[in-house]
């Protein structure tokens, strides 16, 4: 499959899907109003590449520093899919990244977290430059 | 008279400690710019991370509620030329930031409105962030676009249980408003 690249707008994420390689991220903040038109195609793309991947090894980061109410609804969807494809035996690697004095992004990474049986979790703090 | 008549509305504003007040059609650009203008008056005054994202999420939460729920528009939803008509206000009182949205709501939404606000006044920080898990597990319900998580998430980053007022303004209409204080 293709790469998926989406740039970043105003309320939507960075989004860089390297399918080859395995590497997966979401970068930024995401507060459309309407977060199924933002997050549809990721999901069908993320569904198709997920079906495809048996035992082998994939890494998803999220590097998020804001998103509204209806873009949890869909990264708590993001994170069903990914623990679903862990059940089936996909080796995933989730990083979920937040600044040190952004408690609100760290306790959405607890939260997503905590229903994830079959995906490798790890909350990472990051010092930024701003 | 121009100038005080404007100077006074201005004077009324600054008195009640307001930041900015937007009254009108909302947009999602509207929403951007205020947004914007928010996050870099409250950096500029050296305000907390914590507290400006606090701040900053209320407000947007707040300004989508309008956008979706106001019962005052204009244009076509189907042709995606729709606006709604609302108000958002961001000021500060003793310290303390505080957000007051107001919209028109149908009459008939305001029992389901009414009582998801109340449900949230009486829960404590710990079963709001619960409720929000619950929530956030939960397939959408039908014709809601996702208010009840909303609200759950203004009511999360509150530092106070959320005020709000019913105005009725016809049989069909009431003048509904939230204040949420950080």
């Given amino acids: 499959m293709d790469t998926l690249k989406i740039a970043a707008t105003e309320r939507s994420p960075e989004v860089e899907f390297n399918f080859k390689q395995g590497l997966l991220s979401l970068r930024g903040e995401s507060y459309p109003e309407d977060a199924s038109a933002v997050f549809g195609p990721i999901f069908e793309a993320l569904e198709k590449f997920l079906a495809t991947l048996d035992g082998r090894e994939i890494r998803v980061d999220f590097d998020l520093t804001y998103f509204n ?3 949890a609804k869909a990264l708590m969807n993001m994170f069903q899919m990914l623990d679903r494809a862990g059940g089936a035996g996909a080796r ?3 990083s979920w990244f937040y600044s040190p004095d952004d408690d609100t992004m760290k306790e959405f990474g607890e939260d997503f977290s905590e229903d994830l049986e079959h ?3 790890s909350l990472v703090a990051v010092e930024t430059a701003s | 008279m121009l100038a005080k008549y404007y100077r006074s509305f201005k004077h009324d504003l600054d008195q009640r400690g307001i930041i900015f007040s937007f009254s009108g059609y909302m947009s999602e650009g509207i929403l951007y710019s ?4 928010l996050r870099q008056k409250m950096a500029l005054e050296d305000t907390d991370v914590g507290t400006v994202k606090k701040v900053f999420s209320v407000f947007v939460e707040q300004a989508q509620n309008i956008i979706r ?6 244009g076509d939803a189907a042709r995606t030329a729709e606006l709604s008509s609302g108000m958002v206000t961001i000021g500060t009182e003793n310290n303390r930031f505080f957000i007051v949205c107001a919209n028109t709501v149908l009459a008939t939404d ?26 956030l597990r939960e397939a959408p319900e039908e014709q809601s676009k996702g208010a009840t998580i909303g609200l759950i998430e203004i009511a999360r980053r509150a530092s106070e249980p959320i005020e709000f007022d019913f105005d009725r303004i016809d049989g069909d209409t009431f003048f509904f ?5 950080i």
């Fill in chain 1, 69 to 71: 109410s209806s873009s």
């Fill in chain 2, 110 to 135: 305001e029992p389901k409105l009414r009582d998801r606000l109340e449900r949230l006044q009486k829960m404590d920080k710990d079963a709001i962030k619960a409720y929000y898990k619950e929530k």
């Fill in chain 1, 119 to 121: 995906v490798s979790f």
């Fill in chain 2, 69 to 74: 729920y106001s019962a005052e528009k204009v």
């Fill in chain 2, 34 to 37: 205020l947004g914007d203008a």
């Fill in chain 2, 177 to 181: 408003c939230m204040k949420v204080c």
């Fill in chain 1, 92 to 94: 995933i690697a989730v």
